[in-house]
């Protein structure tokens, strides 16, 4: 699965402005939480990035996603459904927890870091067992969060969405 393919998953998701006083993120846009973009800012003088959130537009995310995201979950080099599992995970839970999830699931080191290790690994694992672990690990940590009265419905529904579209991608 490409990035861009990838990212149009999970900017359905994401959507545009939002700053629910139930989500910890605060002020979002296209899932960019202000505090990401402030410090993506801050780290990348040169990016020509707003500092506003509100006028983040989605090019501009994307390199965000692309830059934090993408690279750190070594999308390119997982296999197509579960760059997409790990990917949307990283977005919606952290990248860490997304990297620990899938090495908890691949039953290799878990220290968070998704290298040369998990990346073998995961090519060498079964897709759809994979896939069921991934799914499973991200709907524990959803439950774990505490959230659910306020989140639960529209988490698991994501979730759902994404191992269904993690699916299609692997039978294309």
């Known amino acids: 699965m490409s990035f861009d ?53 989605r090019g501009q995310a994307a390199k965000i996603y692309y830059d934090w995201y993408w690279t750190p979950i070594s999308g390119d080099d997982l296999p197509p459904p579960i760059a997409l599992l790990v990917f949307d995970c990283a977005v919606n839970q952290g990248v860490a927890r997304a990297a620990r999830i899938l090495q908890d699931a691949l039953g290799v080191k878990v220290d968070g870091v998704i290298g040369p290790l998990t990346i073998a690994a995961a090519r060498q694992a079964t897709a759809a067992v994979l896939m069921r672990e991934i799914a499973l690990g991200r709907a524990l940590a959803y439950v774990a969060t505490g959230n659910m009265q306020a989140f639960g419905k529209g988490w698991f529904r994501r979730l759902f969405a994404c191992v269904i579209e993690a699916v299609r991608v692997m039978r294309a």
């Open 5 to 57: 393919a990838a990212l149009e998953f999970v900017l359905g998701y994401e959507g545009g402005y939002s700053n629910n006083p139930k989500d910890p993120g605060g002020e979002t846009n296209l899932g960019i939480t202000q505090r990401t973009l402030t410090e993506y800012v801050r780290t990348h003088s040169s990016s020509g990035l707003p500092t506003d959130v509100r006028a983040l537009k």
